[in-house]
């Protein structure tokens, strides 16, 4: 197919592009990669310090804190059970709520057609529509 220059010379340049655009795109990957393990490393090392500095390896220490952790996990499933205890009986209460709204709700609209239809009729007696004898 025969193009203008211009247009031969664009799809040359596209087609470099896009063959060169997957290597960086690689290569910014490989980079943030390598940035992360460094980051990754540093932190490890961080906190390998700061145990070392707090003496943790004890342990006795190892042990209070898994006590901790295990009362502290006891007492989070006690008030979980607690709470979905207290949600289920709102929801409860809600839905008897509802429930007795939506009764009232019913009542109310047969006692607004039977208003509307006495208001009709009085309106059609003054009017001398309807004759009461």
């Known amino acids: 197919m025969n193009l203008p220059f211009g247009l031969t010379a664009r799809r040359e340049v596209a087609g470099k592009n896009n063959q060169s655009t997957p290597s960086r795109t690689t290569a910014m990957y490989e980079n ?3 940035q992360y393990r460094d980051s ?29 952790i295990s009362e ?6 006690k ?3 607690q709470l979905q205890a207290e949600i289920l009986t709102n929801l409860d209460k809600l839905t ?3 429930n007795k709204g939506k009764a009232l709700l019913r009542f109310l609209i ?8 006495g208001i009709a009729f009085l309106v059609l007696y003054v ?3 309807i004759a009461i004898y």
């Open 79 to 81: 008030y979980n059970h």
């Open 32 to 34: 943030m990669l390598s």
């Open 110 to 117: 047969i006692l607004n057609i039977l208003s509307l239809g």
């Open 127 to 129: 009017l001398d529509v």
């Open 72 to 77: 502290l996990k006891g007492d989070t499933e």
């Open 40 to 68: 990754l490393e540093k932190a490890h090392e961080c906190m390998k310090s700061y145990l070392e500095k707090q003496e943790i390896n004890d342990d006795k220490v190892l042990t209070q804190l898994s006590n901790r």
């Open 96 to 98: 008897t709520k509802v």
